[in-house]
């Protein structure tokens, strides 16, 4: 494994279960978790193939009244990638990754539900892809100005499939308001370049917050997005899902995500392919909940050397780097030229830990499986 990705701090993991043993009833034991949406303390979870939602407690329990599977007779029936939710009208939003329109054009789509699931109908979301697997991977939703936007993340780097979708930093945000009849592109939201992910699964978005996950790199990006305009400032912060006990991955089919507090988000994970790692099996078609580690406490001796303005002289003091000794009652330290430096070449190497942090090993993740079975067994219909 790379160096830099195992240096790279892990998120921790709070509780996970399989999503066939939350579930009452006899189902189809395929569940391709592809999404998850966290509100008012439950979580509901779109599948890839199958139209309906689950609703699962906090406590990932079986017993839990509220806990079962909420059937959708009507609209599309698979490609489900992501699911969003309007606070304002109270509707859902069930994103399909990738539809043909006409003859040679795909399109991503949504489904739209009211607030007790009932199905309402679906709309384009007017951007071209170019080709029909490699779409819209996760969805968001929110305000400006009095208008509702859908956020639509890209699998692939820059929008692309094939290679060049898996050359890393390029990671891009289509934005969409409600049209005439579809939701209009108006924007694109481009990820920091230093977001070095070989592809995208999940995007979530409260206040100012936005996290992205990524499957084969299996890795969550936390950002900022301001409200008065559609850009992430600074270059945000990267955290690998927990490894096993050799730095491997585990965590391996990870595709949607939510915030369910500033520390906390829930992630659910596809189902592992026969081309995957075998160690992504004990994880897959799961749901999980993890905590964002509090930032390190910086070294005692390095804030006091700062506040002294120490930090300053080490790097500017003769233009060359100096060996300060910490100064005592009051005593500035004194500085130490490096022998036989030629001029301008510093007389040891200076990594900038900052960038080193950011940058990602990548591994290529295969294709999505295809199942047509549907659900059976005890489950609850939207009326």
């Given at each position: ?6 240096a790279m701090r892990q998120l921790e ?265 075998h160690r992504f099996r004990a994880k ?100």
């Amino acid at each position: 494994m790379d160096a830099t990705h195992t240096a790279m701090r892990q998120l921790e993991l709070v509780r996970e279960a399989k999503i066939l043993d939350i579930l009452e009833g006899s189902l189809n034991p395929r569940l391709e978790a592809s999404g998850v949406l966290a509100k008012d303390g439950l979580f509901y979870v779109i599948f890839d193939n199958l139209p309906h939602i689950a609703r699962i407690g906090p406590a990932l329990a079986r017993a839990a009244s509220y806990t079962h599977m909420i059937v959708q007779e009507k609209g599309h029936r698979r490609g489900f990638e992501d699911i969003a939710h309007d606070p304002r009208s109270g509707r859902f939003y069930v994103l399909i990754e990738s539809l043909r329109r006409g003859r040679a054009k795909f399109m991503a789509a949504v489904q739209e539900y009211d607030a007790d699931f009932r199905y309402i109908g679906s709309s384009w979301l007017d951007f071209p892809l170019d080709r029909p697997n490699k779409g819209l991977e996760g969805l968001a939703c929110v305000h400006r100005d009095g208008q509702t936007y859908l956020l639509g993340l890209c699998e692939g780097n820059r929008c692309k499939g094939g290679a060049e979708g898996r050359i890393p930093g390029g990671g891009r945000i289509q934005v969409f308001r409600r049209g005439h009849r579809d939701w209009d592109r108006v924007g694109k939201i481009r990820l920091p370049e230093t977001v070095l992910f070989e592809d995208y699964s999940g995007i979530t978005v409260t206040g100012d917050r936005i996290a992205v996950v990524s499957q084969a790199s299996s890795a969550l990006w936390l950002g900022r997005l301001p409200a008065d305009g559609w850009r992430v400032t600074g270059a945000g912060t990267a955290y690998a899902f927990p490894r096993d006990a050799d730095g491997n991955i585990v965590y391996g089919t990870a595709e949607g995500v939510s915030w369910i507090a500033p520390d906390q988000v829930v992630v659910v994970s596809d189902k592992a392919k026969p081309e995957h790692d075998h160690r992504f099996r004990a994880k897959d078609q799961s749901i999980h909940v993890f905590r964002i580690p509090a930032p390190p406490t910086p070294s005692p001796l390095l804030a006091l050397g700062e506040a002294f303005g120490y930090q300053q002289r080490i790097l500017t003091e003769h233009r060359q780097p100096v060996v300060h000794s910490l100064g005592v009652g009051g005593v500035p330290p004194a500085g130490k030229q490096p022998g036989r430096v030629a001029k301008r070449q510093p007389a040891f190497d200076l990594v900038n830990l900052q960038r080193e942090g950011h940058r990602l090993r990548v591994a290529r993740v295969h294709g999505r499986g295809d199942d047509r079975r549907q659900a059976a067994g005890t489950v609850h219909h939207a009326q």
